[in-house]
């Protein structure tokens, strides 16, 4: 199967920016739509932000009020997430998850492959 290992999470201050990667096995990167989605204890999984196969399109939850912008490089295999002006509210697991295709959404049940999380906690 497809792996996605992300890394780049950690403890940082309140107001601090933060890159996360997210490395995709296999030949197939560029037939993939990628998604950020986070999830924090006793909440639901909500997206992010997002990038095309083509790395030419973006795009970031409102409610992230554009700090967190995707990117991805396809010589690579990595898409990241720039997290900017980070606070304590964004404390949660962060995923990298995969869509086979190039068209359709970005919404959890849409994604083919899942990374196992990286945790960002951002302390006060």
């Known amino acids: 199967q497809v792996q996605l290992v992300e890394s780049g999470g950690g403890l940082v201050q309140a107001g601090d920016s933060l890159r996360l990667s997210c490395l995709v096995s296999?030949?197939?990167?560029?037939?993939?739509?990628m998604g950020w989605f986070r999830q924090a204890p006793g909440k639901e999984r909500q997206f992010v932000a997002g990038?095309?196969?083509?790395?030419?399109?973006?795009n970031d939850a409102d409610s992230m009020k554009g700090r967190f912008t995707s990117s991805r490089d396809s010589a690579k295999n990595t898409v990241y997430l720039q997290m900017n002006d980070l606070k304590p509210e964004d404390t949660a697991a962060y995923y990298c998850?995969?869509?086979?295709?190039?068209?359709?959404?970005?919404?959890?049940?849409?994604?083919?492959?899942w990374g196992k999380g990286a945790l960002v906690t951002v302390s006060s």
């Open positions: 998850a995969a869509a086979l295709g190039c068209i359709g959404g970005l919404v959890p049940d849409a994604m083919n492959y």
């Open positions: 296999g030949r197939s990167f560029s037939s993939y739509r």
């Open positions: 990038v095309s196969c083509s790395g030419s399109y973006t």
